[in-house]
């Protein structure tokens, strides 16, 4: 899947457009866009879960038995749902089969079961949930996905610098999933970085050599650092980059290619924000020696997606509005070229396309936007649209072409009730989960302020057959958590 994702985690709003950015396309849509209901009942917890197939391996990471059939990782919150206090997640994994995703063949893992060292005491793990942060990526090359959690240690000093030490454990993958039972390995860091550790770690093929790689940002700020596979047992990497430069942000990557051909990824980092809208600059993917330290800064968005938006084989990469502000004096709203739009920058490198994003609706919250964007082609034409979350569920943006996916959380949730601005559930990712050459879309809900305002905690799934009123799946995870360790 999506990586949630890590999961895991997307969407945009949504203000009325005054204007354009300049040196691109703007694109209008058209006056109304296709919607797609569902029966307002949410799902229930699946039945009780079995073991999944054993696999032979693939070269897909999100393939976590390598059955050739992709998996959706997930995470569980252990504990009420609706406690904001950061209570401690789990990580699910829901397996696919040529039907799609079955939840009741799955998998739960908490941080025992993962063999992560025990978190240290202390504030700097009080606010640190690293659980929820896990990459999946196959590093060793053995055709089976393994987990890379970021770990906070001891307190490092580092020159000025004293943090809590984090750092990437690996708990390798097997033909039923992460081998559990074992400790798990820390990554090896360069000199530069390894006193204070790294934070924001993706996966990628950086270099496109068909190994997968990891990037994080060195905690001292020295740089963006670059594993390379394939890595070894002991989680040394075949070799390191510390060229790009740091800066404060948050890194993505973009997808590794669940076929297995070769394709260099590239490397975006988005600027710190406090609610108000930041550029990005884009580290573009080169083949063989990895992404060009010539970075391009993108226009202001903390919304993003890679994919092929234009059809023409090439990456491009969508940044815009997320809809959210920051609400200091002077900050309600954004620039013309910024407020309720997203560009698509072509992989060919010509100028970016500029796309209105559907209008908040009148009396809705700015302060907090409904989310980030995430590349869907769920017709199989081998162009992606940008599905994007609104106030009212989501929309997927494509060419001239727009059609409202909404699914509904239930109106009442652990004896309180739903406000119904909050019971429209946020779209998550997209993949082709049975292979049929069209993707499904990712939609989640929870109950609550955190996913309210933020998204976080989410406990009710829909994976869509498409744009349509049909699910190829649709679960609760209330369950899941007792699954676990």
């Known amino acids: 899947m999506p990586r949630i994702l890590t999961v895991c985690a997307a969407g945009a709003v949504l203000v009325p457009l005054a204007g354009c950015g300049t040196g691109g396309t703007d694109r209008t849509p058209s006056a109304s866009a296709k919607t797609t209901r569902q029966a307002t009942t949410a799902p229930g917890p ?3 879960s079995r073991a999944p197939q054993r696999g032979k391996g693939s070269k897909d990471p999100d393939d976590i038995n390598g059955d050739g059939h992709r998996d959706l990782v997930l995470p569980v919150r252990a504990g009420d ?18 039907g799609g995703l079955d939840p009741a063949t799955r998998t739960v893992h908490g941080r025992r079961d993962l063999g992560l060292p025990e978190p240290p005491d202390g504030p700097a793990w009080q606010n640190r949930n690293t659980v929820s942060q896990v990459v999946t990526a196959d590093l060793d090359g053995d055709g089976f996905p393994d987990f890379v959690t970021p770990v906070d240690g001891e307190t490092a000093t580092d020159g000025n610098l004293s943090t809590a030490s984090t750092v990437p454990y690996v708990t390798w993958g097997g033909p039923t999933g992460p081998r559990t039972g074992r400790k798990a390995t820390p990554v090896r860091l360069p000199d530069s970085a390894a006193k204070p550790g790294v934070e924001s770690v993706v996966r990628g093929d950086f270099d496109g050599d068909g190994h997968h790689d990891l ?3 060195a905690r001292n700020e020295s740089s963006l650092v670059l594993l390379y596979g394939p890595f070894t047992r002991d989680g040394r990497p075949a070799r390191t980059d510390t060229g790009l430069p740091w800066s404060d942000g948050r890194l993505y990557a973009d997808a590794i290619d669940p076929s297995g051909k070769p394709r260099a990824t590239s490397l975006l980092l988005h600027a710190m924000s406090d609610g108000e809208q930041t ?40 940044v815009g509005d997320d809809g ?16 309720g739009s997203l560009a698509v920058y072509p992989g060919s490198g010509d100028a970016p396309v500029t796309h209105r994003l559907p209008e908040r609706p009148g009396g809705a919250s700015s302060y907090y936007g409904p989310g980030g964007y995430t590349a869907a082609d769920p017709d199989g034409d081998g162009r992606d649209g940008v ?39 946020r779209p998550a990712g997209a993949a082709d989960f049975d292979g049929d050459g069209e993707d499904e879309l990712v939609l989640h809900w929870g109950p609550g302020t955190s996913f309210g305002l933020y998204g976080d905690g989410p406990t009710h799934w829909w994976i869509t057959e498409g744009t349509s009123a049909g699910d190829q799946a649709s679960f609760a995870t209330t369950e899941f958590a007792a699954e676990s360790r």
């Open 46 to 48: 699946p039945a009780e």
């Open 81 to 98: 749902a609706r406690d904001d206090r950061r209570p401690e997640e789990r990580i699910a994994v829901v397996y696919g089969s040529a």
């Open 215 to 217: 990037a994080g940002a």
């Open 279 to 318: 550029a990005s600059t884009l580290y573009r993917a080169r083949r063989g020696t990895g992404p060009s330290p010539e970075g391009r800064e993108l226009r202001k968005g903390n919304a993003h997606a890679f994919g092929d938006f234009d059809g023409d084989g090439l990456r491009d990469v969508a």
């Open 324 to 339: 959210s502000r920051n609400n200091e004096p002077g900050h309600e709203t954004e620039a013309p070229g910024v407020g």
């Open 387 to 425: 599905l994007v979350a609104t106030y009212e569920g989501a929309t997927l943006i494509d060419g001239d072409r727009r059609t409202a996916v909404l699914r509904e959380g239930p109106a009442e949730a652990d004896g309180e009730k739903t406000p119904a601005r909050w019971r429209h559930a």
